[in-house]
Structure formats: structure tokens, C-alpha cells
């Protein structure tokens, strides 16, 4: 039976109830949204006990659905103030699914003590976690794995996370066993930090349970099979070459974020695109077409290695590749990909700290380009420094702290690795998304939906689709490469089918998702969000981006519009 | 004539504007409010050329109106991010209305070079600033009246100013010719440092003129010395003790800020209140009843000194020393002195940086009651290290970087020396003015209005009234220890009746202030501000307060009504 698990630090009492009707057909960020809008007060202080971290695999999560394995984590966010769902790869969803658990919602605060939750068919405990609270995210694992063996998961929080910076993760451990998977936006790992949870051991040995009861098994499996096949095929490229494969796109048409987002093109990109990474990974004998978590067949993670061969990281993706290499000027991959070590192990997000570098860089406090400043800053945000602190609070902080009115940021996030003057669409979605400046909630690449990216026509609608196809996909369990389009739809419209064993139409699906975004919507109008927060920073709509010239011109009056779904 | 004198520092121009007919019955922050809001766009970044910085001297000041010399300034503030008024005594309002100068409206950015404004009967002109740029206001003041005579007014900033902080100030200097005096609140001085603009000197010399004209002068000056004569009485402890006076009130009833706003009374209190205080300045050879601008008949600033006589500060003010004092458990009366000239000299509003130190406090950056640790602090603020910028944003940035939950701020701008916990009407004008947590908007001691101070009944009502009377004693340059009243209202409009001829009532009175505050609520609205900024943080309603285990209980629902005047 699947069932929820509600662990309180206030009391470390460990309750386990059964999934409500009304939450069978929700997962991963509709399960991890709809809790935090039924439970949590939107003026909550994020790092208070008041805010609950949620846990959810996603509703085809367990089965054999391609690429199905992605885990959301939910909460009020320290990052952006409104309601946060942040997925990641690994094992986690997986091992959540085999034990029959729908979510793991994490209330109040320990008031002295830290702790661990540890999880397996044989119940859930909490067990002390003092010796290994100031560790970072590669030594707890590796000494949570020597306690408790190789095979489990291990969920954990680095220094970022248990200093409570607003830009700290929550990593999970990979096939490997490394915790290199993180879900890096919104700064969850400070929440979980605030509540005094250092990691969570998720031990699925012997577990055999299923979360989706399937009616049409055989049917279900024919379709899934048919759809992992086509995905083979359609994402090789992906799976060659890794996120990195972007690079290219992006700068050739002039969105590729550079020298903190004032210009679209890079003169070293060709030292950091999909190319150059293969062939390095090649060179060293690292791995490219590396699955990040069981089940994926688009396998578009890595491991990167020194020359001899010695682990630097793995899942060396475009968005760390790009916020902290071309827009701070540095186009040495193996000083990228250190960069990425270092985040992964104190529990960064790669996105906000590189848009915070380049912040900080714009702001005279190091040049652009100076990589050993980079990597004498990082470590400085996770060992806590006053300067450290500074930017583990992410680019907005920074900003106001240094006096830098370019901040890339919408909600108090950092945007991503599109510039939102050539990637119109991908602004939209940065600009209303309740996630903050987000791209994996809705990136509208050249082409995408037939419309031009570099006009402002057409690209609201095309937004306001691709957002609420990802929010279905998020709460799929579903990797965004699986095509957050209406095709994809009608396939996750087909698996429901066969599960449930009555018809389910894709315009169900999509409802779905619009009700999820409904909610996330309204939670973050309590938290006192209103269409003023819903627009890019000034510099995109008045400073014309070189080389294309172009600026952000979808009107506000057309933003405000994007969810008026009636 | 009197006249706005416009400059640009982009393009260095100095344009003589008459003054509009709409704008004859406006001076101080009704003059700044509503340049600021017919002019400035509410979206503009503060510290951008699209901001204009407001001086404006009252509607009376430049007559014998008693304590009307006051000077407003204005901007869209970068410590709040809405509109903003700021006002300051010593002599510059009073020249100004010698000069026959209605406002300055400083608009622009300087590109490259620094600059000064010189302002005399004989022109106007720009001065080159690169030599004074990096001093000090003391150094500043000294090096302008070496140069300009010591009978000019100086207004300036200082370092903190200079590197665009939002705590930066704007110093005026008083009839002793220091600088002494500040726009504190709101971080002005940030925005007259991104112009380019480091000091104003106005040189009355030969002027003769006048901004307002006396129909019935006899008439006016009757009604100016009677209000005069009354003021002197009813003021009595104000000029002998200073507004210290008040430590033993709010001391008693448990509303004064100590240990970062979580106790009401202090320990301490007797060392730093106003007996102290003048007992202090008796025996070290300072001065009480010191008037802080030309024509103050209730003289309650005073001057500082060391024991050997040798001077340390001017105008050692309540708010001073329980931000600094008691709020960081400091009862050193001379210390307590000595960081309000560091602050005066970097020109740091006194109040911010001492909230904000005592969140760094509550942080565990430093140790509550470390005044050695504090001057250095304050130090740092103004030398403009890595710690002090974060300081020198003010509280909420502090509060953010040490991830302290209570943060004592409103709209981004510290809150005053009252606990709205105990003073309740205080808390509803901190709530609810445009200014952001601002006292001198709206300060209700015990019994004003016949209000209980500590019961939520009536508070409302109370606050929009005496933030109605503000606006108008803002409007006129009065100080406000005038008297915020009805009666004080009714003895304006005696005067503006004389002075024009024609009746004005104190209803005609009250009008021009609640249409003051309704440009400055469309501002902030427009700005992106909502009911959810018109809040209390959450512990003023969670948290009682020793030792009267009071909350802030005005309701949400309550405070939204405030300004629906029909």
C-alpha cells in the first residue's frame, strides 16, 4: 500500500499515513505543491519550523516509462520567498517507489541536536547526525554507504545546506553511489538544513512495492517500450555529447549568456561546447552517455576525469558549463568542471553561484576570468566566510550588497543559461513562472512550437503550453528530454490509460497541470506576489544584446495575460 | 521670485524654473512627493540617472514660525524601493528660503567626474569635487568653509554616500557650521552619491528674499510669537534634557528596543537617559538646549564633549543612543557618542546601522554590549569592507547574509526606537506609511489622542490621524515636536490664513496632507508595493515582550483600512 511518511524533528516522531483519494493521481511537484498549499502558511518564514521539505517520486516513477525516475523536493523558498519544486535525477525516486512511499513530508525544526532519517522496509528512524553535520556532500555519503552499504540512497545536505544559504541544494546519490544529482534551485538544502536534517538514507533492499497499481500492464508496457525506443533515437545527439551540445546553439545565434549576460556570444565557446567536452571526457577516459538515474534511456550525464583518469565530477551539464564559464569569461573546462566538484560537495547551485560570481565580478570584487579567484571564492561561499556568505545568499544579494543593478534575476532567482532577449519564450517563462527566473519549468529553443524565438509574437502562448506540459512532466517523475510538447502529452495520456484502465484524455493531463500551476500561482499571491514580480529585470528590455542587438519586448500587459486559463 | 532651480549632471545644465501655481501651497515633503511622483518613473532603480534627488525647504520656513527651518529631501529611496522623505534641521532650509529657492531637483548622473553645487544670490554653478570626493563630512565642511567662508551651509555626503550605500545619509551643517545634521533615513545620500554630487554649498550672503508672502505680516507674527511662547513652556523637558528625555518613558512601560528588540526594558537605562545625558554634557563642559536650526524655540540638541572639553558630537539623540545603546546592550554613554560622529563623519543613518548592528549581533557576528567591536564595525561600514557593505545596506540585507529571522524592518527600513508591541499606534504608522518603518511619520506616545498606547482598540484611527498632521508639519518645514494635533493644525491654518489673505481652514489643512499621502501610496503602489509590505515582521505578533508579554495585535484587516478616506 502506498502510503506517506510525515517525520516531525520536533518531537522526531514518524507518522505513516495512507496516500488521500484525492492524491492518487498527484506526484512529484503536484504532490510536493499541493502539500506545501494545503499545510503551509505563504508568510511562513522559509527557515522557520513553520515551513514543511517534501519528498515525492513522481506518479509513473517505478515503472518501466522511459526516464521516469526524477524525485521533486517541495517547500516555501529562502531563495524566492514563494513555493519551490526542484527535481533531481538519481536514485532516490526509484528507491522511494520500491518501498511504496508516495512522499516523505519533513516538519518543524530540532531544537539542538541534528539528525538523520534513515528509511527501508523495516521502518524509518531517526538517527544522530552530530559527527557528520559539518561534512560535505562526498564524505557523508561515503561514510553513510560504509555504515549502511553501497546500495542505498543517500539524500544529504553539505556545508551550504547546514549553514542555511538560500542557494544550497539537496544532492542524491547516483547509480555510482555519488552525490553529484542535486535538486539546486530555490536553496531546499537550507530548509533542510533549518530543520536540523543532515541526510536521508533510503535503503530499498528486499523493498518490492509499486506505487502506480497498473491495470493493462502488458499495454502500459508496450506503449512505455514503443516511447523509450523513439526517445533512443530522437535524443543520440544528447546522449553523444551531453547539455553541452547547447553551447553551440546558444552562441551561435547570440543568447549564450557572457561576461554577466552583456553580451550573446563567446569567443572561447568552442573550448567549452559539446564537442570539446566529449572529446575531452574521451581523451581521459571519463564516460559520456551516462544515465543519471535507473531507467533513463536519453543518458545525457557524464563523468568527468583528470587526464590520469582520477573522478573530478560527473554530470558536467550546460548550465554550470555556461553561468560559470562564459558569463564570468572562463573557457577552461577542467577548471569548470572543478568548479562543479567543489559546488556539488558543499551543496551549490551551480546556476545562482555562477550568476552570482558574474555579479560579483561585475561589481569589481574579482576580474572576469580569473579562474583561481573563482575557485578560492567557492570555496570561500562553503566554508561560510563573510564574503562566502555574501554569495551563498545567491545574485540578488549580492547585487544589493556590491551596488550592481544588472542582477539576472526574477523572484530573487537567477535566470538561466538563455538570454531572454534571444530566447523570448524562455523569458516569458523566466518572468512568470511561480518558480522564480527558471528555464526547466518551460525553454522554448529555437523553433519550439513553430515560433520564432527572437520575436516577441507568439510567445506568451507558446509559454503558457510548454509550462504546463513540464509542470505534468515534473509531475510524472518524467525527465523535460522526454519532450514537454503535445505528443508527449498524448503518450503520458496513453500509460494513464492502460494504468488506470479507463480512458484518459491528454486534455486531462493538461488539466492536470493547470491546476497544479493554479495553486502554485495563488500560494505565492498569499505569500504577497503580485504582476510586478512577474517581469524580467530592466537591462534585458532596454540594453540591446550584441551581436544580435535585440531586447526583451513581450509587453507586460501580455505577460500579465499568460494564466488566464478561463 | 521664488523659483526651482533644476540641474542635470549628465549634461551639467542648471535651468531657473518659476514655480508653478500648484505648487505655491507646497513645500517641503509635499513639494519633493509630488516632483517625485509626477516625475519619476515608480519603476526606476534608485541609484539610476532615471531617480531625481528633492530639496525643499517648508511653506513657512523662512518666517518667524517657530521651528519651521526644517529641509525636506526626497527621492525614490534604495533602502526601501518606494518613495521617500527625509528631513534634516541646520541652516540650509533657511538659506534656501533666503535665496528665494522653492526646491533643487538634482536629476542625472555625473559620467565620469565628481562634482559640487554652488548656490548664491549670484548663480548657480558646478564645481569640481575629485579632491573632497573620498572625505569625510567633518573634512568636507572644513575644506568647503576654508574655502567658501564659514557663513555657507553645507550639504554633503560622506564616504558612505560616496560608495552608494543604502544607509548613507545626507549631513547639513547647523549654525556652528558642522555637519552634524542628517537626512537619515531611507539611504538619500546613496542616491546623491550615484549622481556624482558630493556636497550642495548654499551661500545666503545679500539675500533678501522670500518664499512666502505675508499678506497680513503683523497678523502672521502674532500668531507665530503666541504659538512661540507656548512651545517654550510646553517644551521645557525637551530643551533641558533633550529627546533622551524619552529613555525613561519608554524604559518604564517596557517599549525600548534592547538586545535586538527582544526585551522592553533595559538594564542599562539609567546610564544613557536624559538625566544621564545632561548630567554628562554639565560636568564635561558641553551644551544642552542647543538648536539645531535658525528660529527653534525648543532647542533640544545639545553638544557633546570629552572630558578635557574637546568635542565629540552634536545632536546625541534618543533614536541614537537606543538603536546603538540598549537595542545592542551598550550603556556607555561616551562610546554611544563616539559612534554617532564615526556615523555622522561616513554619514550613516545612526538608526539602520544600529538595527542592523544588532542583527549582526543576533547573528553571532560580534557579541551584544562589545563596543569596542562596534566601532570598529562602524568603521568597516564606512571604509566600505566585505562586512561593512553588508551592514551598510541596512538590517534586511544583514539579517539576509546572517540568516537572522528577526530582522526589526518595514518595507525594508528599520523601525525606530518604540517596540510596536508596547506602542501599538507607533506600529500601525510603521506598518503603514509610505516611508517604510518610520517613527517620525507617526510616533503615538503614551496617551496621545486618549488611546490606550498598549490596547489595539483605537490605533488606527490614531495613526492615520497623526500621520495626516505629519505630512502637513513635514509640508510646512515645522518640526515635530511642534505638536502632531488637531490644535497645531488649526494654528496653520491661522498662519496660511494670514499669510494669504483669505480663510484657510484646518480641514483645508489636513486636506493637503492626505492628498501628500495619497501620491505617495499610488507611488509605492506603482512601484510594486501591496497590503502584504503594510505588515509587521511576524515576531512583533508571535513573540511576547518582556516584561509585558504584549504582541502587536492590530489586525491585518484593520491596518489595510487605514487609508480609505472617503
Known amino acids: 500500500?502506498?502510503?506517506?511518511?510525515?517525520?516531525?524533528?520536533?518531537?522526531?516522531?514518524?507518522?505513516?499515513?495512507?496516500?488521500?483519494?484525492?492524491?492518487?493521481?498527484?506526484?512529484?511537484?503536484?504532490?510536493?505543491?499541493?502539500?506545501?498549499?494545503?499545510?503551509?502558511?505563504?508568510?511562513?518564514?522559509?527557515?522557520?519550523?513553520?515551513?514543511?521539505?517534501?519528498?515525492?517520486?513522481?506518479?509513473?516513477?517505478?515503472?518501466?516509462?522511459?526516464?521516469?525516475?526524477?524525485?521533486?523536493?517541495?517547500?516555501?523558498?529562502?531563495?524566492?520567498?514563494?513555493?519551490?519544486?526542484?527535481?533531481?535525477?538519481?536514485?532516490?525516486?526509484?528507491?522511494?517507489?520500491?518501498?511504496?512511499?508516495?512522499?516523505?513530508?519533513?516538519?518543524?525544526?530540532?531544537?539542538?541536536?541534528?539528525?538523520?532519517?534513515?528509511?527501508?522496509?523495516?521502518g524509518f528512524e531517526f538517527l544522530p547526525a552530530e559527527e557528520i553535520w559539518g561534512l560535505g556532500n562526498y564524505l557523508t555519503a561515503e561514510q553513510l554507504q560504509q555504515r549502511f552499504g553501497n546500495k542505498v540512497c543517500i539524500l544529504s545536505i553539505g556545508q551550504a545546506g547546514t549553514n542555511?544559504?538560500?542557494?544550497?541544494?539537496?544532492?542524491?546519490?547516483?547509480?555510482?553511489?555519488?552525490?553529484?544529482?542535486?535538486?539546486?534551485r530555490g536553496g531546499l538544502g537550507a530548509v533542510m538544513g533549518s530543520k536540523g536534517l543532515k541526510a536521508i538514507i533510503i535503503d530499498d533492499n528486499q523493498a518490492k512495492e509499486t506505487l502506480l497499481d497498473l491495470k493493462d500492464k502488458d499495454g502500459f508496457n508496450t506503449v512505455a517500450r514503443d516511447w523509450s525506443k523513439s526517445l533512443v533515437e530522437l535524443r543520440k545527439a544528447l546522449t553523444a555529447y551531453g547539455t553541452a551540445i547547447t553551447v553551440n546553439v546558444t552562441n551561435a545565434i547570440g543568447g549564450l549568456p557572457t561576461r554577466n549576460f552583456?553580451?550573446?556570444?563567446?569567443?572561447?565557446?568552442?573550448?567549452?561546447?559539446?564537442?570539446?567536452?566529449?572529446?575531452?571526457?574521451?581523451v581521459n577516459g571519463g564516460k559520456t552517455g551516462h544515465a543519471c538515474s535507473p531507467g533513463c534511456v536519453i543518458r545525457c550525464s557524464n563523468i568527468y576525469v583528470e587526464p590520469d583518469g582520477a573522478y573530478v565530477t560527473s554530470g558536467l551539464e550546460y548550465e554550470t558549463i555556461c553561468l560559470l564559464g562564459s558569463n564570468c569569461e572562463i573557457d577552461d573546462l577542467d577548471a569548470i568542471a572543478r568548479f562543479d566538484y567543489l559546488c556539488d560537495d558543499?551543496?551549490?547551485?551551480?546556476?545562482?553561484?555562477?550568476?552570482?560570481?558574474?555579479?560579483?565580478?561585475?561589481?569589481?570584487?574579482?576580474?572576469?576570468?580569473?579562474?583561481?579567484?573563482?575557485?578560492?571564492?567557492?570555496?570561500?561561499?562553503?566554508?561560510?566566510?563573510?564574503?562566502?556568505?555574501?554569495?551563498?545568499?545567491?545574485?540578488?544579494?549580492?547585487?544589493?550588497?556590491?551596488?550592481?543593478?544588472?542582477?539576472?534575476?526574477?523572484?530573487?532567482?537567477?535566470?538561466?543559461?538563455?538570454?531572454?532577449?534571444?530566447?523570448?519564450?524562455?523569458?516569458?517563462?523566466?518572468?512568470?513562472?511561480?518558480?522564480?527566473?527558471?528555464?526547466?519549468?518551460?525553454?522554448?529553443?529555437?523553433?519550439?512550437?513553430?515560433?520564432?524565438?527572437?520575436?516577441?509574437?507568439?510567445?506568451?502562448?507558446?509559454?503558457?503550453?510548454?509550462?504546463?506540459?513540464?509542470?505534468?512532466q515534473d509531475t510524472m517523475g518524467l525527465c523535460n528530454f522526454t519532450g514537454c510538447?503535445?505528443?508527449?502529452?498524448?503518450?503520458?495520456?496513453?500509460?494513464?490509460?492502460?494504468?488506470?484502465?479507463?480512458?484518459?484524455?491528454?486534455?486531462?493531463?493538461?488539466?492536470?497541470?493547470?491546476?497544479?500551476?493554479?495553486?502554485?500561482?495563488?500560494?505565492?499571491?498569499l505569500a504577497g506576489f503580485t504582476s510586478m514580480d512577474d517581469k524580467l529585470p530592466a537591462f534585458f528590455k532596454t540594453e540591446k544584446l550584441a551581436p544580435t542587438n535585440l531586447v526583451f519586448d513581450v509587453s507586460d500587459e501580455e505577460l500579465e495575460k499568460i494564466f488566464n486559463f478561463s
Open 1 to 122: 500500500m502506498a502510503k506517506i511518511i510525515r517525520v516531525n524533528l520536533n518531537d522526531l516522531s514518524i507518522k505513516t499515513e495512507p496516500v488521500p483519494e484525492r492524491y492518487t493521481m498527484l506526484g512529484g511537484r503536484g504532490l510536493t505543491s499541493t502539500i506545501i498549499y494545503n499545510e503551509v502558511n505563504p508568510t511562513t518564514h522559509p527557515l522557520s519550523e513553520g515551513n514543511k521539505l517534501v519528498f515525492a517520486p513522481g506518479v509513473l516513477t517505478g515503472t518501466i516509462a522511459p526516464s521516469s525516475g526524477r524525485l521533486s523536493v517541495g517547500a516555501k523558498s529562502p531563495l524566492t520567498g514563494g513555493i519551490k519544486e526542484s527535481n533531481v535525477g538519481g536514485t532516490a525516486a526509484r528507491k522511494m517507489a520500491n518501498l511504496g512511499i508516495k512522499a516523505i513530508v519533513v516538519e518543524g525544526k530540532a531544537k539542538n541536536n541534528k539528525f538523520i532519517l534513515k528509511i527501508s522496509s523495516e
Open 164 to 184: 542555511q544559504m538560500a542557494t544550497a541544494t539537496i544532492a542524491a546519490t547516483d547509480m555510482e553511489g555519488r552525490p553529484c544529482r542535486h535538486a539546486g
Open 262 to 282: 552583456s553580451r550573446g556570444n563567446y569567443e572561447g565557446a568552442d573550448k567549452i561546447n559539446g564537442t570539446a567536452l566529449a572529446e575531452r571526457i574521451k
Open 346 to 472: 558543499f551543496g551549490l547551485d551551480t546556476m545562482e553561484i555562477g550568476a552570482a560570481i558574474a555579479v560579483a565580478m561585475e561589481g569589481a570584487v574579482l576580474e572576469f576570468g580569473d579562474s583561481a579567484k573563482v575557485d578560492a571564492l567557492i570555496r570561500e561561499i562553503g566554508n561560510a566566510t563573510v564574503l562566502g556568505r555574501i554569495l551563498g545568499q545567491g545574485a540578488v544579494v549580492t547585487g544589493r550588497v556590491f551596488n550592481v543593478e544588472r542582477v539576472p534575476a526574477v523572484k530573487g532567482q537567477s535566470v538561466a543559461s538563455y538570454d531572454p532577449r534571444v530566447f523570448k519564450g524562455t523569458g516569458v517563462s523566466y518572468a512568470t513562472t511561480p518558480m522564480g527566473g527558471d528555464h526547466s519549468v518551460g525553454n522554448l529553443l529555437p523553433g519550439r512550437f513553430g515560433v520564432d524565438h527572437t520575436k516577441a509574437e507568439g510567445q506568451v502562448e507558446a509559454s503558457r503550453l510548454i509550462q504546463l506540459c513540464s509542470t505534468v
Open 485 to 525: 510538447d503535445l505528443p508527449s502529452m498524448e503518450i503520458i495520456a496513453q500509460l494513464l490509460s492502460k494504468a488506470k484502465g479507463t480512458e484518459v484524455k491528454s486534455a486531462d493531463v493538461m488539466k492536470i497541470g493547470q491546476e497544479i500551476l493554479l495553486k502554485e500561482l495563488k500560494f505565492n499571491q
